[in-house]
């Protein structure tokens, strides 16, 4: 069983949670209207072979010359006959056809699941992809404003004889630097959102306010029981077995194509025939007897395509056990980077501080003090970047095995 936990407090958008942004994803994806839309063509193809084998109604009328009784003259033969007809061969091939379809269906049924799992699957990946790239860039934003105040510190410093002019250009340095990855993080920050914004077709000003919230997750299950699990319930694996039955039983509609083409017509007819009215039941049958059967042929294509289906679906259920098989590992590698990253930040903020205290009494250099604020500035983006991967993975988990 998947047990419950809690993840650390992380900002996230205020005015969009990560389920809205899922579903919103999915009525934006076109792959998933895509896949709609071809269910709405199997329903109409199932309906379609459903009402094949029904008998259609047959209506007549004829005119033409004849020659009159002891040849003295030409009177005209006409009738009007109604009746009903049906193919024998469409009755025989019903039950293959109407079976082919309702797999087809359900094969477009599944699909559109497995479009939607996809869709919730690339939603979470750019919602955490842009609270990461927004927490990212005021990290930056805050070295920024800390190298100002180093550059500041060291001026002032210079100026009353207590540092080397050195200090000032060290400090140039590490201000020029944290510019140039701010720039980089906005830039970053913009395209994260605008993609997260796109595929969820919501207002980019909506994702301009965080909240706090603590993430729920999951401990991540035991690689093996996750993989039995995905493999029964995953509807890209239904959606080829449906295929499957459906390549089947057009195995069985080509068995029944050799089969000769008969057709049965009856109903009531009403005329003339050479100047006497007549009038009665009417009966015609029809048979086709193809010389050369085009029936084995059609068997071995449609076997064929039977064989593509399992090898597919085989293909599918290897590609599906190591995706989850991955996505567990990760969960729990995340889990362990995320308390080592936590451990690695507090260690620099420490050590930060330590060097800070020894900068103010002369024990520690200008050139000590920008690298313990780049190894303490790193060490908090790792920290935060590893929080949301983590929470990035669990989230995955919840898609890939539903």
Do not use: C, W
Not at 132 to 161: C, N, P, Y
Not at 301 to 314: C, E, F, G, K, R
């Amino acid at each position: 069983m998947i047990v419950t936990i809690a993840l650390a407090t992380l900002p996230v958008f205020a005015q969009l949670s990560l389920v809205d942004a899922q579903q919103r994803a999915i009525a934006n994806n076109v792959d998933v209207q895509t896949a709609r839309q071809m269910v709405r063509q199997r329903q109409a193809d199932l309906h379609l072979a459903r009402i094949a084998a029904i008998p259609h109604l047959v209506g007549d009328y004829s005119l033409a010359p004849q020659a009159g009784p002891l040849d003295v003259g030409t009177v005209e033969q006409h009738y009007f006959a109604v009746g009903a007809g049906v193919s024998i061969n469409d009755i025989v091939a019903s039950s293959s056809a109407v079976r082919a379809a309702a797999d087809e269906l359900l094969a477009a049924q599944r699909s559109a699941d497995a479009a939607e799992l996809a869709a919730r699957e690339n939603a979470a990946k750019l919602y955490f992809g842009a609270l990461q790239a927004i927490a990212v860039d005021r990290i930056r934003s805050d070295s920024v404003r800390g190298a100002e105040r180093d550059r500041a510190a060291a001026d002032l410093r210079v100026r009353s004889g207590e540092s080397p002019q050195l200090d000032v250009v060290r400090a140039d340095v590490t201000l020029a630097q944290a510019r140039a990855e701010a720039a980089r993080a906005r830039s970053e920050r913009a395209n994260a959102v605008d993609a997260l914004a796109t595929a969820t077709a919501v207002d980019p000003v909506r994702l301009e306010n965080l909240t706090p919230e603590l993430m729920p997750g999951a401990q991540p299950p035991d690689v093996d029981r996750a993989v039995a699990r995905a493999l029964l319930v995953r509807p890209e694996l239904a959606a080829l077995l449906a295929t499957l039955e459906a390549r089947n039983a057009d195995v069985a509609k080509a068995r029944q194509a050799g089969l000769p083409v008969a057709t049965i017509e009856g109903g009531y007819q009403k005329g003339v025939d050479t100047g006497i009215p007549v009038q009665g039941p009417q009966v015609t049958a029809h048979l086709d007897v193809p010389l050369a059967s085009e029936s084995v042929d059609r068997v071995a294509s449609a076997q064929a395509q039977v064989d593509t289906a399992y090898a597919q679906l085989a293909d599918q259920r290897r590609r599906i056990a190591l995706e989850v098989a991955a996505a567990v590992r990760d969960a729990r590698a995340e889990a362990v980077a995320t308390l080592a990253a936590d451990t690695a930040r507090d260690e620099a903020r420490r050590a930060l501080d330590a060097v800070e205290i020894g900068y103010r009494e002369g024990a520690s250099s200008s050139l000590d003090l920008a690298q313990a604020r780049r190894t303490y500035e790193q060490a908090s983006v790792d920290a935060l970047v590893a929080e949301y991967q983590r929470a990035l993975a669990l989230a995955t988990l919840e898609v890939i095995i539903p």
